[in-house]
Structure formats: C-alpha cells, structure tokens
C-alpha cells in the first residue's frame, strides 16, 4: 500500500512540474538517421544527430544498440560522421567522416572501424567528398561515388602561387543551380569508383563521361555493380528518366538493362538469388502534376519491368511532411528482400499514415504488415529480423523492432530525459466534407491545457508541396504553437499525397483553386465546434503553404493575420528562376508568353490590392526552389505601395529547407517571428519589433 501512494504521489509531482515545450528545445532535440541492421541482426548502427552548445551547427556522430534494446553507445567521436555501413560479416564499419580545417568542412573520405575496438582508419583520400558506400559481397571492396576527377589527384602540385582560378560562370543551360547544393559544375559528374580495403589501396574510377552515375549497388555475386544514370544531355526537354545499369569491378563498359516503361528510378534492390532487381520508380506518361511511386522489379538479365504495385492506388517508399526528419545525415532506406527473394518489403502512405508491407514479387499482390497512427521513416531487415524509425507526434523519431505479426517493440527512447519535462500531446483527426463532397483529413493540436468551454486564438498551417501531407510524424512547430495558447489546425486540402492518384491530381492546371475552398471548409468546421474565436484567425505556411497563404488573402478577410514562408506570388516569374523547369506539362499546359492568362489568374500578385490582412513574409537568402524574387520581395513590395501591413524576414544563408535543416537558431528565431506576427495581431500584444521606422508608427 505504501509503493503504491509514494507512486501516485511521484506521478503528481511530475505532472506538476511538467513544463510546455519551447521553440529553444530544439537544441536540445536528439535526432536518430540511417540505421542500418548488422548481417547478424544483433546490433543496429545508426547517425546521432544533435545541436552544438552555441546552437550554431548540427553534430553528427556513429552510434550503435543492440536489436534487443539497451542503452546506445558511441562507436565514433564525430563531429561529421555520417553514412554508416556494415562489412559482410559485420566485423567493420565503413562510414564518411568530414574533418575541419580552420573551422571549414574538409571533402568527406571512407573510413573503416574494426568492430573489436581501435581507432578508426581512413580509406580514401579523395580531392572530391565521397558520396556513398557500397559493400562488395566478399568485403573485399568498397564501391562508392565521387565528382572527383583524375586530374584533380596532380591539381595542387601543379597550382603556382600566381595562378589565377576565375569565379565566373559561363550558364548554358536552363537548371545551373540546385536549392541547397548551389551552383551546378557542369564539367563535374558524378561516378563510380572502386577500392580494395587494404590498407595503401588506391581508388580505381569505373564510369567516366558527362552523365552521373549514382546508386551503386552490388550484385549479390559481387560480379556487377548496378546504378542508375540519364545519359541524356538537358534531360528537361524530354518526358524521359533514368536508366538502369551495370558495370563490371573490374572495369570495362557500362550495360543498360532495359526498364520497359519510361520514368524515374531510385532505391535499387537486387535480389538474394540475383535473378530480380526491385527499384522504386515512376511512368513519365501521361504527364501529371503528381505522380505516384511504385515498386518495380526488371530482370536482372534485362527485358520489360513489372509494375507490382500498379493497382495500389497510393504511395510507395512514402514520406510525411514534418519539420523534426533528422537534419543531417539522413539516407533513405531501400525495398528489402526476403531471404527466399519471394517478396519484398516497404513502405506505404496512406491518409497521413507511413506503415510496412509485403509485396509478393510475382503476382504484385500487396499485404498490410503493420498498421496505426506513426510514420515509419526508415527500415532495416536482416537474418529474419527487422528494425524500423519510427515517429508519432509525441515521438521525433526512435528505433524499434518489428515483429512478424507487425507488432513494434521499442528499443530506443533518444529525448527520454528531455522529453520526462514536457508536456506533449496528441492531434486530434477530423474529417471535413469539403463543397463538392471530398473528404478532407486534418488534424486539431490544442493547448496542453484545453478548455473546450474557452474560445482560442487559431492558426491554419498549410503543408507545402503541394503533393505532400501531414500526418502522424513529429511536429516542433505544431506542439510549440499550442503550447502558446493556440490551437493549430493543419489539413490535408486535395493535391496532398497518401490519398490516391486521382484526389493528388485533382489540382493539376488548378492551383491554387479548390484546394482553398479545402482549407475554408476546415476551418468552418472547427469554428463550429465552438473553441475557437472567429475574430482571431491566424494562416500560415511554407513553399506550396505559402502559395496557399498569399492566395488565401486575396480572397478573403477572414484571417487577422497571415505570414507566409518561402512563397511564390507570381507564377510567371517562378518559371523563369526556381532550380528546376516547368518544361513539360506538368502544372502549367503552356511557357508564360503563350499563356499569360492563365499565369496571372493563378497568381497572387495579380490581386494583391484586395489583401488587407497583416502579412509577413519569411524568405531564405539562399532559396533556389522559390526564389525570394518569384514570391515575399514581390508581395512585400506591393504591399508598401499600398500602405498596408507587412513586413519582411530574410534569413542569410538559408535554403529551402529552413524550416527542416536550417542553422539551428535561424529555425528558432523563424518560430518566435511567426507566433509574434500572430501574438500582435490576433491577440492584441504590444510587440513593438515591426514597428521601428515606419511612418504610421510615428504619428
């Protein structure tokens, strides 16, 4: 009777002291990417990712656990250390490690760690980081790739103190420049290089030309290497994808395996008895907006590919849309074989939801392995055991084994300590019947201490994509918002993903459109719930959120404030300058000049003297994918014409993936601008920040 007060008295306190999340935990956020299983299956390595003490950069380091669980432990010391690969017979471990010089990343190299203990060695000595590693069956060998070419080896001993290098660049075709990697090098490919693991082994280069050459994956003879290639110059001209290939260790020319149908290819996945190879690919035809991935196999002798997945009208190999993926070191898993090469296992999306499955490898008949609310980010299988990543919207990612009957078993609790402090809790799922009788999903994260008798600021986050989706994965930035005294409603308006081709495509040649009338629906519906404050509406979002933002207050006045993120505003310029081309029909039938109408109705720029709600606009100084020009310069701009509220954040240096994998203080400061935009003007706030200068302020 005694243990049992002292327990409730102890469930209490903790409960007591239990504090709301902050948007300054996410430097103490742990992060769990790759994990990849021993041969044996008894031991799991994986990258642990964390924030350093000055929250200025991300550390990466090799850890590993056991398959039954236990307490992790460090195998390397980091600080960039990624990319972890067993040997064979699981005796080493190869892995990338990026030393500094001067505080500067030097170019990523092999190196190897014997399992018994020691100091890791270096492998490779490349002049060009290392990409990839890839085991020959034997553990002899080590394929991997690299930009590097041979003449880079006498570079440095032949540079002269008085040699000039030229930094112009001479652009010749439509993409030169990739969202977070920078500028393309266009006399740089990717390829295939092998090397012994002795000790003192040189590198020996297997491809060559001006294509890339990415993927190497080993027959399970270790007679070929397979990769995937578009041997095609400007590939952006044609409805055409990828290749698959192979090419001997030894050298020698590259052979094509013929793929049937035309698309994309990635994850490739031979077989145990080298018969099939399983990839994960596309069909360029017809030309959709969003176009699903299936699960292929060829033959590995050639001829037609199977698509096993055809009648499975959802995602394979799926991700959901979230802000707490591990912001370095992540790789993506592959299909994984059974040991019989019989059937093959996966990943499937569907309404929010990543969970395993089998697929028979003859007939493509598709079977549930697991099922719930989580999103599997990553799997392992072997020697009959399997281990997944998993997160939930109280979990930001964990280990757990998996059991034949889909039963998950957790074997880590990486923010256990952190995480004992905080109060999190669960979304709530509501479905919408939208005006033409589309089911909507979307979920409702409240306050830590609802009220349902009290009415709540609300805030619309709109995922961006816009063929993506919300669902079961962690959320930093839904928790803290509601831990602010919000409710935050985030939905997935038709054109998301993990609902089927049809209600993906929907949008194709009509966005923004219906999917606005999508997310009204939302939140009429929970305003009709009672709990939420008509008065005090909130929007937001990011990349295709974004175009739904600014396109949201053009038509309507409904929200005391919005800030979008990483936006377009005007289509007809985003065609000219994002990273990647709109070439082919994909959301846009014409170019700009053949089409004007049709990219001005669809853009919110075009009806930007009918916004009145406060904007702000976050915009990354390095975002290629939406450039700053194509979308917050130009709303900020108009908007001072006008006289009406807004303000701009410009975040140096930052791509993108802001939100996802930015320099950690710049997502902090990034939180604490988008909930005092709304504190100001939903809730009344005296927040003085946006104010300085400003000819109204000084009246």
């Given at each position: 009777m005694k243990k049992i007060f002292v327990a409730i008295v102890l469930l209490f306190t903790v409960a007591a002291f239990a504090r709301n999340i902050t948007e300054k935990d996410l430097f103490k956020f742990t992060w769990i990417a790759d994990p990849q299983l021993s041969p044996d299956g008894s031991q799991i390595a994986f990258v642990r990712v964390t924030v350093d003490e000055k929250g200025e950069k991300y550390l990466t380091s090799i850890w590993s656990v056991s398959s039954k669980g236990g307490t992790p432990r460090s195998i390397t010391n980091g600080p960039r250390d990624t990319a972890p690969r067993w040997s064979p017979d699981g005796k080493t471990l190869a892995f990338l490690r990026t030393n500094e010089k001067d505080g500067k990343p030097q170019q990523a190299q092999i190196e190897l760690l014997s399992m018994n203990g020691g100091e890791p060695r270096a492998l490779t000595s490349m002049p060009k980081s290392v990409e990839s590693i890839a085991w020959s069956p034997n553990g002899k060998q080590i394929a991997f790739t690299a930009t590097t070419k041979p003449s880079d080896f006498d570079k440095k001993n032949e540079k002269s103190d008085d040699a000039h290098e030229s930094d112009v660049r001479i652009i010749n075709q439509a993409?030169?420049?990739?969202?977070?990697?920078?500028?393309?090098?266009?006399?740089?490919?990717?390829?295939?290089?092998?090397?012994?693991?002795?000790?003192?082994?040189?590198?020996?280069?297997?491809?060559?030309?001006?294509?890339?050459?990415?993927?190497?994956?080993?027959s399970p003879d270790g007679s070929r290497i397979y990769f995937v290639s578009v041997r095609v110059f400007e590939a952006y001209y044609d409805e055409r994808d990828a290749d698959l290939f192979y090419v001997s260790p030894s050298g020698g020319d590259m052979v094509k395996i013929g793929t049937g149908s035309r698309g994309s290819i990635s994850r490739i996945a031979p077989s145990p008895d080298g018969k099939w190879i399983a990839y994960v690919g596309t069909i360029s035809k017809p030309i959709l907006s969003y176009t699903q991935p299936d699960l292929f196999v060829v033959s590995s002798s050639g001829g037609e590919a199977r698509n096993l997945t055809a009648k499975f009208d959802n995602d394979v190999m799926a991700a959901l849309t979230g802000d707490q993926r591990a912001p370095r070191g992540s790789r993506q898993s592959k299909p994984a074989w059974s040991s019989d090469s019989k059937s093959i296992s996966i990943t499937t999306g569907e309404q929010g939801r990543t969970n395993l499955a089998h697929v028979d490898a003859a007939s493509g008949a598709l079977k549930a392995w697991t099922s719930g609310n989580r999103d599997v980010q990553n799997f392992a299988m072997a020697n009959g055991r399997t281990i997944a990543l998993v997160s939930t919207p109280t979990i930001i990612g964990d280990l757990y084994s998996v059991d034949e009957a889909g039963a998950f078993t957790r074997l880590t609790n990486i923010n256990e300590k952190l995480f004992a402090d905080i109060t999190l809790t669960e979304p709530e799922e509501i479905w919408t019947t939208s005006f033409d009788g589309k089911k909507i999903e979307s979920w409702v994260q409240k306050p830590?201490?609802?009220?349902?008798?009290?009415?709540?600021?609300?805030?619309?986050?709109?995922?961006?994509?816009?063929?993506?989706?919300?669902?079961?994965?962690?959320?930093?930035?839904?928790?803290?918002?509601?831990?602010?005294?919000?409710?935050?409603?985030y939905p997935n308006p038709r054109g998301s993903t993990t609902y089927g081709a049809e209600f993906g495509n929907i949008i194709q040649y009509k966005y923004p459109g219906d999917d606005y009338k999508d997310l009204m629906a939302t939140v009429d519906a929970l305003i009709a719930r009672g709990f939420v404050d008509p008065k005090k509406l909130g929007i937001t979002g990011g990349s295709g959120g974004g175009v739904l933002t600014n396109w949201s207050i053009t038509q309507t006045d409904r929200f005391a404030a919005a800030v979008s993120q990483r936006s377009i505003a005007d289509w007809a310029d985003f065609w000219y300058t994002a990273d990647f081309t709109l070439f082919q029909p994909t959301w846009f039938r014409k170019a700009p000049w053949q089409d004007p109408q049709d990219f001005a109705a669809r853009s919110a720029i075009t009806f930007i003297d009918r916004v009145h709600t406060p904007l702000m606009l976050i915009e990354g100084e390095a975002d290629y994918r939406t450039p700053p020009t194509s979308g917050g310069e130009m709303m900020f701009r108009a908007l001072k014409y006008l006289h009406r509220p807004t303000v701009m954040i410009r975040f140096p240096g930052e791509s993108h993936e802001l939100s996802r994998s930015g320099q950690p203080w710049h997502r902090v400061e990034r939180l604490e601008h988008i909930v005092a935009w709304f504190d100001k003007y939903l809730n009344g706030a005296k927040i003085d920040t946006y104010d300085k200068g400003l000819r109204e302020a000084s009246k």
């Open positions: 993409i030169y420049r990739s969202n977070g990697s920078g500028y393309n090098d266009p006399t740089r490919s990717t390829h295939i290089w092998v090397i012994d693991t002795d000790e003192n082994a040189k590198p020996k280069q297997l491809t060559s030309g001006d294509f890339d050459e990415e993927d190497p994956t080993w830590p201490d609802f009220d349902p008798s009290k009415k709540y600021p609300m805030i619309l986050d709109i995922h961006g994509g816009p063929h993506a989706a919300y669902g079961y994965t962690f959320d930093h930035e839904f928790q803290w918002m509601a831990a602010k005294g919000y409710v935050v409603l």
